[in-house]
């Protein structure tokens, strides 16, 4: 096990404490999150045909993945509350795994990341996807979810193995 003093957000004690931010510089910040939604034959092609009953599953789980991002700091316990200057949510059918490929990108100024915001949009429009197609079958799976690069701050670059492999071809 690590040592408290170097886990951001444990105390001395090994109690729990939220990481002190104030003294870092302000810096551009970005991130990239992906993740899957596995929905079987019939939900994939009633989504990529725009047959849900609930409506239009990309463009409710686009809006709920950017509200999600924006209330990042509310739904993980010590995160920060973060000015996202920017939160895009992109979507692709991946007619193989009959599955939804999400992507999202999260951006800021400050003095901390948005990877945490990156990663809850992923989530929460998969779980939108999920209910909105869950009256067609209950047999849908998220998966995959990963950062898959982060820009800025005291860490600096960061790209995934499989990121850093896919932008060099």
């Known amino acids: 096990m ?40 019939e939900a994939y092609r009633r989504v990529r045909d725009h047959d849900i009953e609930k409506g239009d599953v990309l463009t409710t789980a686009q809006i709920a993945g950017i ?5 990042t700091d509310k739904l993980i316990p010590l995160c920060h509350d973060v000015t996202i200057n920017g ?6 059918f991946n ?4 599955a939804i490929d999400i992507r999202t990108f999260a951006k800021s100024f400050g ?14 429009a998969a779980l939108t996807i ?8 209950k047999n849908i799976r998220i998966g995959d979810v990963h950062l898959r690069a982060k ?13 850093a492999s896919s932008t060099k071809s």
């Open 130 to 137: 999920y209910d909105m197609c869950k009256s067609v079958t």
């Open 95 to 98: 007619e193989e795994e009959q």
């Open 151 to 163: 820009t800025g701050g005291q860490s600096g670059n960061w790209k995934s193995e499989s990121e």
């Open 2 to 41: 690590a040592n408290s003093s170097t886990l951001t957000h444990h105390d001395s004690g090994g109690g729990v404490r939220m990481t002190e931010v104030a003294q870092q510089p302000d810096s551009a910040r970005t991130a990239v999150a992906a993740g899957r939604v596995y929905l079987g034959e």
């Open 111 to 124: 003095v901390t990341g948005v990877e945490m915001e990156a990663l809850t949009a992923v989530s929460i």
């Open 67 to 71: 509200m999600g991002a924006k209330q």
């Open 87 to 92: 939160v895009e949510v992109d979507f692709t």
